[in-house]
C-alpha cells in the first residue's frame, strides 16, 4: 500500500496520470516553524524541503503500519528570500511582482517511509527566470488564474497560463510541479509496488 502525505493537488495529478494506486492522509505540521529553524540554522531551502518531506511521512506511517508513505515539499528561494504559497491575491501579486525578471530555484524533496524509517529519499532543483511581464499582463493574468495562485508556491502553475510568466525554464517537468515523479516511480518499481 502506498500513501501520499501531501494535499498538493499537483503531487496527486501526477501519481494518478503515471498509473500509481495510492491513498492520502494529510500530516498536520507547522511548516513555518520548520522553515523558520532551518532559514536560521542552515540558510539551506533544500535541506528545509527534506526535513518537512520527511516530517510529513513519518507522521501519517504512524497511522498506516506497514505502508509506504510518500513525504514531499518543495521550497522556492531567489537571492536568499524564500517564499511561500501566497495567503491571498493581494499576495501573490506581490510574489509575482518581485520575481518578475529574476532567476530563481524550486527545489522539490520527496521521502519515502515505512513505520516511522526512511527508507529512500530525493531532491532535486529546478531553474527559472521569470520574464518581465506587464502591469496589464499581470493584472490579467491574475483574473483569469483566479484562486489557482493560492495553491502553489510562487503564485503560479506552470502547467496552466503561468506558463506565460516565464522566459526560461531549466530542469525536470516534475520537480518544478512539486514531485521528483521519475526517481520515485524507480524507487517504486524496485520495490514491488509497480509492476518492472
Known amino acids: 500500500m502506498i500513501v501520499l502525505a501531501s494535499a498538493s493537488a ?31 540554522e542552515t540558510g539551506n531551502p533544500a535541506r528545509a524541503a527534506e526535513a518537512l518531506a520527511a516530517l510529513k511521512a513519518i507522521r501519517v506511517s504512524a497511522r498506516h503500519p506497514g505502508a509506504l508513505v510518500v513525504g514531499a515539499d518543495q521550497m522556492l528561494d531567489c537571492d536568499a528570500t524564500w517564499y511561500d504559497k501566497p495567503a491571498n491575491p493581494a499576495e501573490a501579486r506581490a510574489q509575482l511582482m518581485s520575481l518578475r525578471g529574476r532567476n530563481y530555484r524550486l527545489t522539490s524533496a520527496v521521502v519515502v517511509v515505512r513505520d516511522g524509517q526512511t527508507l529512500w529519499h530525493h531532491t532535486e532543483a529546478a531553474h527559472l527566470t521569470m520574464r518581465r511581464f506587464s502591469d496589464a499582463f499581470l493584472d490579467d493574468y491574475l483574473t483569469q488564474a483566479g484562486e489557482a495562485v493560492l495553491g502553489s508556491v510562487g503564485a503560479y502553475q506552470l502547467e496552466g497560463l503561468g506558463a506565460q510568466l516565464m522566459m526560461q525554464v531549466t530542469g525536470d517537468h516534475f520537480t518544478i510541479l512539486g514531485l521528483p515523479l521519475l526517481p520515485l516511480l524507480d524507487f517504486l518499481r524496485e520495490n514491488g509496488e509497480l509492476i518492472p
Do not use: C, H, T
Open 10 to 40: 499537483a503531487r496527486r495529478a501526477m501519481l494518478e496520470r503515471a498509473g500509481v494506486s495510492f491513498a492520502i492522509d494529510v500530516a498536520a505540521i507547522d511548516e513555518q516553524s520548520v522553515k523558520d529553524s532551518f532559514k536560521a
